[in-house]
């Protein structure tokens, strides 16, 4: 079978590890492209226009939603943030699997354009677990990790939106398993549309 | 995660190769535990009651249909075949993922009685090389094939009602690849209800 690329949606909780997760992916196997998201948000020490973020102004980002050239943006605290369309497409189109680490909104609004693309939701082992990675950042107030354990009750809401979970125990084995799941992905019928109608083609000259 | 047992069909064209699939997986790897059908048909030479088939009178047969110990059955040129449920539910209760070789039909009646099996279908890499795996059986007639390539085409309809395709072009590669989607499924939030569940109700408790 001739391989496409897929589009990945990488969710979960914050504290969860998505970030480590999705960067170790993509350092460790070849098959995959990062997709880097724009923001008109000011670049924080050593973030990188072009590796963090593309950092826009707010006229540029507006005219790149004009000429639908994002395929999903959101305004949070008053700065834009969104997936240029681009480079996604040029990567899928070459067969890469291209990553996107995005919240839920964000992630629904991918699967109504490309509906083959694969929604996982990375999950900590416990709640236990998740406080203890939040508090031990030490650089979070008591107060913002009591709101990030309120949103993460709201995002656990939508689990059931994701084709599948990860468990991001131990960070070796999640990256691996997250690769097996990836790739059992693209053994889905929907993601082999051409090969199985080229054999019932065949089949039916057969009658 | 507590790992439950998933219920898995595998089906396919005849001359797929799903028999021989299916028992190296069983071989290869402890995690599975192969059902066996129970069948009113005559044995044929060198099959053995409980090894290919549990051999049944048909009044037995219809006992456990009355009973409700066949969670499904068919009739095929006038001989019973079903699937015995005490062995499936107590190898699932135990952890074992079950493996069930079976055709569309049972496949669907089963899928709506465990909403969490996992629906498996066997491709052979191109229809040339279907018929090349009929003929090479040397058993069958010119017609027989056509029969088979024939009722191919039809079951080829029903390939969208399946999760995962597998195509069976090398014996052992396949077998790899249907562990891999297999070990991938158990990480669908519908087979991991439970634990998110348990994170949700923390979560909860955390507000």
């Given at each position: 079978?001739?391989?496409?690329?897929i589009?990945?949606?990488?969710?979960?909780?914050?504290?969860?590890?998505?970030?480590?997760?999705?960067?170790r992916?993509?350092?460790?196997?070849?098959?995959?492209a990062?997709?880097?998201s724009?923001?008109?948000?000011?670049?924080?020490?050593?973030?990188?226009?072009?590796?963090?973020?593309?950092?826009?102004?707010?006229?540029?980002?507006?005219?790149?939603?004009?000429?639908?050239?994002?395929?999903?943006?959101?305004?949070?605290?008053?700065?834009?943030?969104?997936?240029?369309?681009?480079?996604?497409?040029?990567?899928?189109?070459?067969?890469?699997?291209?990553?996107?680490e995005?919240?839920?909104?964000?992630a629904?609004?991918?699967?109504?354009?490309?509906?083959?693309?694969?929604?996982?939701?990375?999950?900590?082992?416990?709640?236990?677990?998740?406080?203890?990675?939040?508090?031990?950042?030490?650089?979070?107030?008591?107060?913002?990790?009591?709101?990030?354990?309120?949103?993460?009750?709201?995002?656990?809401?939508?689990?059931?939106?994701?084709?599948?979970?990860?468990v991001?125990?131990?960070?070796?084995?999640?990256?691996?398993?997250?690769?097996?799941?990836?790739?059992?992905?693209?053994?889905?019928?929907?993601?082999?549309?051409?090969?199985?109608?080229?054999?019932?083609?065949?089949?039916?000259?057969?009658?």
């Amino acid at each position: 079978m001739k391989r496409k690329g897929i589009l990945i949606v990488v969710s979960g909780f914050s504290g969860a590890g998505k970030g480590t997760l999705v960067k170790r992916l993509v350092e460790k196997y070849d098959s995959y492209a990062l997709s880097i998201s724009a923001t008109t948000r000011q670049p924080r020490a050593g973030e990188e226009d072009g590796r963090e973020y593309f950092f826009l102004q707010k006229e540029q980002f507006e005219r790149k939603i004009a000429e639908n050239g994002l395929i999903e943006y959101a305004c949070y605290c008053d700065n834009y943030y969104g997936t240029p369309r681009e480079y996604v497409e040029r990567q899928l189109a070459d067969g890469k699997d291209v990553i996107l680490e995005i919240e839920i909104q964000g992630a629904l609004k991918i699967k109504e354009q490309y509906k083959d693309a694969l929604l996982l939701f990375v999950m900590p082992p416990s709640t236990a677990e998740l406080r203890r990675r939040l508090v031990g950042r030490g650089t979070e107030t008591e107060e913002v990790i009591a709101k990030r354990m309120r949103r993460a009750a709201e995002e656990a809401e939508g689990i059931e939106k994701y084709e599948y979970i990860v468990v991001n125990d131990d960070l070796e084995t999640c990256v691996t398993q997250l690769h097996e799941i990836i790739i059992a992905a693209h053994n889905t019928p929907n993601r082999n549309q051409e090969f199985i109608e080229n054999i019932r083609t065949e089949l039916e000259g057969e009658k």
